[in-house]
């Protein structure tokens, strides 16, 4: 996705187009703040009793309340303002895109989503590891800029800041889902992923948990650096520079809500006359925030939480002709509690099959739900027992050297590129069917937040037909994993 590649350098050319214009933004002895509609708005006095807040050395900033729910209309609104960007730039600059438009719409798309398996795709380091983590991060600046409650949150150890970030998280894993396999995605327009190498999962994975640690790390560049250069500098041109060109992902979510990109939530415009005031309570450390929210009060040890998300290693070891080793991989699940003793679990796991023949590959896909029983859910030592249901693919791909060889000699002579020949040197084996997995394990809870999933193990069957004449429907699974618990903190 070339859209991805240039997503900074656009940030920056915005960036340093709004500081040329900066100055005609507004007059100094001006009374209203173009930057932050959030900042109250001085009376409007007659001509003569106008004078700069310079002259008002004792008159201090008056930080933004906290505000209650969320702006659906802007989130909205500006996630589809940068979906319809991304999908335009895919358009314009990507013949196979283009090509893709063609033939059913319905089963195009589900034909592509299906097709997903493995895990890389084919696009070049910078792409998968940085441009779609700066894709993730500004999905999430789109939620945070939009989450009333939480837009005074500021980086440091303190559960507002964290819970904002996992808040604006879960909506950058709903938007990196909906662009990759959703109706309006690279599945659906374009279907690149029935074309290999493109039918890889690093993006769903990548884009809001690499895109999440992006945007945590602009808010401790913004809280260490881009804080103390505003108290040490006064000249608005180079904070321009600086907000922006330190913060692209919060940059490009700003210009999306059609505000200048260094326009910050938690204070004043820098052309704003409370700017400032501002300042000098930055210099005089009397800018503290708001009192910190109290903790909820725990049931049991570990107290008891509403949600679970977990990140997952797994290897499994399947029985029969399909036990050649090891199949190492690994996964997510989320965890929702409907009563004490209750939850409802979803679960992805994916793994690389090992001990093939030479020249083959392969690898699955499994994804299950149902319920779990905790007998001690709030103990320190939390046992669980769980029958779940839901489905597995298994993908293989047998590779002919002489084959290869043969189409790519005749292939150079004819100027073609490589990429469109793999189809006719490669031949693909899937097996997809119904699957159960049945087991349990025990947590050891670390603090209120965190957990440990010291052990979990699941027997799994499964109903498919064989994959290049291997049964995959018996095996077991082995988990362990780190669990962030929510409602607890």
Request: charged share 20%; with cysteine.
């Amino acid at each position: 996705m070339r859209f991805v590649r240039t997503l900074f350098w656009c940030t920056l050319a915005a960036v340093c187009t709004g500081a040329l214009e900066a100055q005609s933004v507004i007059e100094p002895l001006s009374v209203e703040d173009p930057e932050a509609n959030s900042v109250p708005t001085l009376p409007v006095l007659p001509p003569a009793f106008v004078r700069p807040i310079q002259s008002l050395p004792r008159e201090a900033w008056i930080q933004p309340s906290r505000q209650e729910g969320v702006n659906w209309s802007g989130v909205f609104k500006q996630s589809a303002l940068f979906l319809g960007i991304e999908h335009s730039f895919r358009l314009l600059t990507e013949p196979g895109t283009r090509a893709g438009m063609k033939g059913s719409f319905l089963s195009g798309w589900l034909a592509a989503s299906g097709n997903l398996h493995g895990w890389a795709d084919g696009d070049p380091f910078y792409v998968n590891y940085v441009g779609h983590p700066m894709q993730g991060a500004v999905s999430g600046f789109i939620w945070a800029q939009n989450d009333g409650k939480y837009l005074d949150a500021e980086f440091g150890s303190n559960r507002h800041y964290w819970k904002s970030r996992l808040r604006a998280a879960a909506f950058s894993t709903a938007y990196s889902f909906q662009f990759e396999a959703g109706p309006l995605s690279e599945a659906s327009i374009g279907k690149v992923q029935n074309k290999w190498p493109q039918q890889g999962l690093v993006d769903h994975v990548i884009t809001p948990f690499v895109g999440t640690g992006w945007m945590i790390g602009e808010d401790a560049i913004d809280r260490f650096i881009i804080k103390k250069l505003e108290a040490k500098w006064d000249n608005p041109y180079a904070m321009v520079f600086v907000r922006g060109v330190l913060n692209p992902s919060r940059s490009l979510a700003n210009i999306l809500r059609f505000q200048v990109p260094w326009v910050r939530d938690d204070r004043p415009g820098l052309w704003s006359p409370m700017h400032s005031a501002y300042v000098r309570d930055l210099r005089e450390g009397r800018i503290t925030g708001f009192p910190p929210d109290a903790p909820p009060e725990l049931e049991g040890a570990a107290g008891l939480s509403s949600f679970e998300f977990s990140l997952d290693a797994q290897p499994q070891f399947f029985f029969g002709s399909g036990g050649t080793g090891p199949c190492m991989g690994g996964g997510g699940e989320a965890a929702f509690r409907i009563t004490p003793n209750w939850q409802l679990v979803t679960q992805v796991h994916g793994c690389k099959l090992s001990g093939l023949e030479q020249n083959v590959s392969g690898d699955t896909l499994s994804f299950y739900a149902g319920p779990r029983w905790n007998p001690k859910p709030t103990s320190r030592w939390s046992p669980y027992f769980h029958v779940l249901v839901g489905g597995m693919k298994v993908s293989q791909e047998e590779m002919f050297p002489a084959l290869k060889e043969a189409v790519e000699k005749a292939a150079k002579e004819k100027g073609e590129p490589e990429v469109s020949l793999h189809d006719l040197y490669t031949k693909e084996y899937e097996a997809n069917g119904f699957s159960m997995a049945a087991g349990g394990g025990v947590d050891l809870r670390v603090n209120p937040a965190i957990a440990l999933r010291l052990a979990n193990l699941e027997y799994k069957r499964s109903w498919l037909p064989a994959a290049n004449g291997r049964d995959y429907n018996n095996g077991l699974a082995f988990t362990v994993s780190m669990v962030l618990r929510m409602g607890t903190w």
